[in-house]
């Protein structure tokens, strides 16, 4: 499952055409350097348009930003939508978490999901 996950994100990457590529790839840059703002603003318009490479990237920005509800909001929608990597990291970062930051990213991640899945 993992391996057909992976795949289709494989096609779908090369299928989202370069501009994107290139944006999401400056992201990864940003990201690399420590600049978890700049990655925020590259990835957060990326992956409201259903991006998961976007979603991902948002997904890890705010966990190394230690903002853990929009981290787990934006896991929570992708699970929702299909993700197993991202039900793979609610996994590592649920046992982290307060019951009340869960729920208030499920919440979150719900809306996330309702406007954002594709």
């Given at each position: 499952?993992?391996?057909?996950?992976?795949?289709?994100?494989?096609?779908?990457?090369?299928?989202?055409?370069?501009?994107?590529?290139?944006?999401?790839?400056?992201?990864?840059?940003?990201?690399?350097?420590?600049n978890?703002?700049?990655?925020?603003?590259?990835?957060?318009?990326?992956?409201?348009?259903?991006?998961?490479?976007?979603?991902?990237?948002?997904?890890?920005?705010?966990?190394?930003?230690?903002?853990?509800?929009e981290?787990?909001?934006?896991?929570?929608?992708?699970?929702?939508?299909?993700?197993?990597?991202?039900?793979?990291?609610l996994?590592?970062?649920?046992?982290?978490?307060?019951?009340?930051?869960?729920?208030?990213?499920?919440?979150?991640?719900?809306?996330?999901?309702?406007?954002?899945?594709?």
């Amino acid at each position: 499952m993992m391996i057909r996950n992976a795949l289709i994100l494989a096609i779908l990457a090369m299928l989202a055409g370069g501009a994107v590529q290139a944006d999401v790839q400056q992201g990864v840059n940003a990201l690399g350097r420590g600049n978890y703002e700049k990655a925020r603003e590259i990835f957060e318009p990326l992956a409201m348009t259903g991006d998961w490479n976007a979603q991902g990237f948002l997904a890890h920005t705010y966990r190394m930003m230690e903002n853990n509800v929009e981290a787990y909001a934006w896991y929570h929608a992708m699970a929702k939508c299909g993700s197993v990597d991202a039900r793979i990291e609610l996994g590592i970062l649920e046992p982290k978490l307060s019951g009340e930051t869960i729920a208030e990213g499920k919440a979150l991640g719900d809306i996330y999901h309702q406007r954002y899945c594709r």
